[in-house]
Nanobody, 126 residues
Framework: QAQLVESGGGLVQAGGSLRLSCAAS????????MGWFRQAPGKERDFVSA????????HYADSVKGRFTISKDNVKKTVYLQMDSLKPEDTAVYYC???????????????????WGQGTQVTVSS
């Protein structure tokens, strides 16, 4: 089994910052990729960013590149998403996910991920 617990969401004004955390346990600590996705009301779940527990590989959606930073703490088995220069269009429920499959090219495919957290709401006001 695996467990992913997100925290850090909230309400922030445009231009502000938030940091999301995702604590992994169980099988999730052996995942290939750890990813962040987001889902706004009435929209599909979109890729935000991904990182591997090993090495320094990181990936970002074009919409957040330069504003968001993904990082990890291998000792705490926690992944972070630092979100700066937030915009109203960043408003969504943010999900942490673990990909157990060795497929380096599918990090942005939600269907590839095996375990998901409960989600945390991020609301950016204008």
């Amino acid at each position: 089994q695996a467990q992913l617990v997100e925290s850090g969401g909230g309400l922030v004004q445009a231009g502000g910052s938030l940091r999301l955390s995702c604590a992994a346990s169980g099988r999730a600590v052996s995942s290939y990729f750890m990813g962040w996705f987001r889902q706004a009301p009435g929209k599909e779940r979109d890729f935000v960013s991904a990182i591997r527990w090993t090495g320094t590989y990181t990936h970002y959606a074009d919409s957040v590149k330069g504003r968001f930073t993904i990082s990890k703490d291998n000792v705490k088995k926690t992944v972070y998403l630092q979100m700066d220069s937030l915009k109203p269009e960043d408003t969504a429920v943010y999900y942490c996910a673990a990909d157990m499959n060795y497929n380096p090219n599918n990090y942005n495919n939600a269907a590839e991920y095996d375990y998901w957290g409960q989600g945390t709401q991020v609301t950016v006001s204008s």
